[in-house]
T-cell receptor
């Protein structure tokens, strides 16, 4: 079945450091790939997405490229800020039943940025 | 902008007790979902609904029940709480069948449940 594996956390960086959070997936067909972010005390929210191979999703300085050859969708940011501290979830679109999306999530990676 | 609202935020139950986790959304979304997240694990789908009156099981439905009498509300019921149901529960909704718009899920802030 479909699955998503993220790098183990927690990750702690200093402000302005370069960030990479690794995500690899196993899937049949051609799923869409997502990064969701959960800020403290809030629900998950969509950060970025890519719907086909070689697509790059980007938002708020974050980027991720859909790599079919390596089955990866790593999240990157060139210079992180304290406000980026959150839990990040990689996900892929699974089976669609009557239009309902059955997303498959990774385990989440907690990121802490120190000033 | 309320979005998806879950109550309560925290709850401690004793084994065998029952409770209902409330979820309501004000975006007129047809699709609603319940996920649970165990420590160090990804979110797993418990139940979902494609519209009022229509619900179906996800990956881990045992021990739970749902109903969808209105578009707005999608409560999750635990009948006989067990320690294995200790988890964080997230409710979510999505817009439509359209692939591009439908794949964006809107989440509530979660309910942290402990069963002791």
């Amino acid at each position: 079945g479909n699955s998503v594996t993220q790098m183990e956390g927690p990750v702690t960086l200093s402000e302005e450091a370069f960030l990479t959070i690794n995500c690899t997936y196993t899937a049949t067909g051609y799923p869409s790939l997502f990064w969701y972010v959960q800020y403290p005390g809030e629900g998950l929210q969509l950060l970025l997405k890519a719907t086909k191979a070689d697509d790059k999703g980007s938002n708020k300085g974050f980027e991720a490229t859909y790599r079919k050859e390596t089955t990866s969708f790593h999240l990157e940011k060139g210079s992180v800020q304290v406000s980026d501290s959150a839990v990040y979830f990689c996900a892929l679109s699974g089976m669609i039943i009557q239009g309902a999306q059955k997303l498959v999530f990774g385990q989440g990676t907690r990121l802490t940025i120190n000033p | 902008n309320a979005g998806v609202t879950q109550t309560p935020k925290f709850r401690i139950l004793k084994i065998g007790q029952s409770m209902t986790l409330q979820c309501t959304q004000d975006m007129n979304h047809n699709y609603m979902y319940w996920y649970r997240q165990d420590p160090g694990m990804g979110l797993k789908l418990i139940y979902y609904s494609v519209g009022a009156g229509i619900t179906d099981k996800g990956e881990v439905p045992n021990g739970y029940n749902v109903s969808r009498s209105t578009t707005e509300d999608f409560p999750l019921r635990l009948e006989l709480a067990a320690p294995s149901q200790t988890s964080v529960y997230f409710c979510a909704s999505s817009y439509s069948r359209d692939r591009d718009r439908g794949e964006k899920l809107f989440f509530g802030s979660g309910t942290q449940l402990s069963v002791l």
